[in-house]
């Protein structure tokens, strides 16, 4: 019998979209912090590490995670951009950008179109 890998779902933070999200968009973080119940988070929700999107039980524990190897690494990661839909769609191959069009001229050659000269009428 092989064994079970499961997530904790108690440890686990926000997603970096969301929180690139969350750094460009003050309205977007109250909205998500508007989203949960004061009394149900830790240290009353006053401690929240942004870039990780965790709350604190105090002011210490917040600068020691400010201080440690997870935050700095989260703020790394932070540092690139996210990848967009048009990303990802490119990188299987529904992108519909297939370069620079190609003509054909009067002896059936292929050209660039940009090289081809267009006769006034």
Not at 4 to 23: E, Q, Y
Not at 88 to 108: H, Q, R, V
Request: aromatic content about 4%.
């Amino acid at each position: 019998m092989g064994s079970i890998k499961r997530t904790k779902l108690k440890r686990r933070t926000r997603d970096l979209d969301l929180i690139h999200a969350d750094l460009r968009s003050a309205k977007h973080l109250a909205q998500h912090k508007a989203s949960k119940p004061v009394e149900d988070l830790p240290g009353l929700g006053d401690f929240y590490c942004v870039e990780c999107g965790k709350y604190f039980e105090g002011e210490h524990s917040l600068v020691q995670h400010r201080r440690g190897k997870n935050h700095k690494r989260r703020v790394r990661a932070l540092r690139e951009e996210p990848h967009s839909q048009r990303e990802s769609e490119a990188a299987i191959g529904l992108s519909t950008d297939n370069g620079p069009k190609k003509a054909t001229s009067d002896s059936g050659v292929m050209v660039d179109a940009t090289e081809m000269e267009i006769e006034p009428v």
